[in-house]
């Protein structure tokens, strides 16, 4: 069984990650990239942690990226998600969709991240430049 959702506590190449999507079928192929940036609701950000419940948040990912598949009229999708310590700037979450036309591409993209980001259950923790910390919760990232 392909595996369409993974967490990775190290970085990850995302060229590697849209080649697996491609075969001569595909005219289209959309992606999303969510970095971690430098501020969140006006406070400056230091960096961040990313945690999760493993085997729940790998099995609900998987659900979101099979009901793309058959919801959409896409021909493959991908999610790889980081969890760990993460700098400003490194890439948080990838999204890969390929599709024989665009606008399916598109709009299982938006889906997926959508979806991933309200029900798998992935926590961020930041770090605040003043030395508070807190807490974020997937509905709320």
Same mark, same amino acid.
């Given at each position: 069984? +392909?595996?369409?959702?993974? *967490?990775?506590? +190290?970085?990850?190449? +995302? ?6 999507? *491609?075969?001569?079928?595909? &005219? ?10 430098? /501020? ?7 960096? *961040? ?6 085997? *729940? ?31 400003? &700037? ?46 974020? /919760?997937? /509905?709320? +990232?």
């Amino acid at each position: 069984m +392909t595996k369409h959702f993974s *967490l990775s506590d +190290t970085p990850f190449d +995302t060229a590697s990650e849209r080649a697996k999507l *491609l075969d001569d079928r595909v &005219g289209g192929f959309a992606s999303f990239e969510g970095w971690v940036r430098d /501020h969140n609701d006006g406070r400056p950000v230091h960096g *961040l942690r990313y945690e999760a419940y493993a085997a *729940l948040a790998e099995a609900e990912g998987e659900r979101v990226l099979t009901e793309a598949l058959s919801k959409f009229d896409i021909l493959d999708a991908r999610c790889v998600h980081r969890v760990g310590d993460l700098a400003i &700037g490194e890439l948080a979450v990838w999204v890969g969709v390929s599709a024989a036309h665009r606008d399916a591409a598109f709009a299982a993209c938006r889906f997926v991240i959508d979806e991933v980001k309200s029900r798998v259950p992935i926590w961020k923790h930041e770090r605040y430049a003043d030395g508070d910390a807190g807490w974020l /919760h997937p /509905h709320q +990232t």
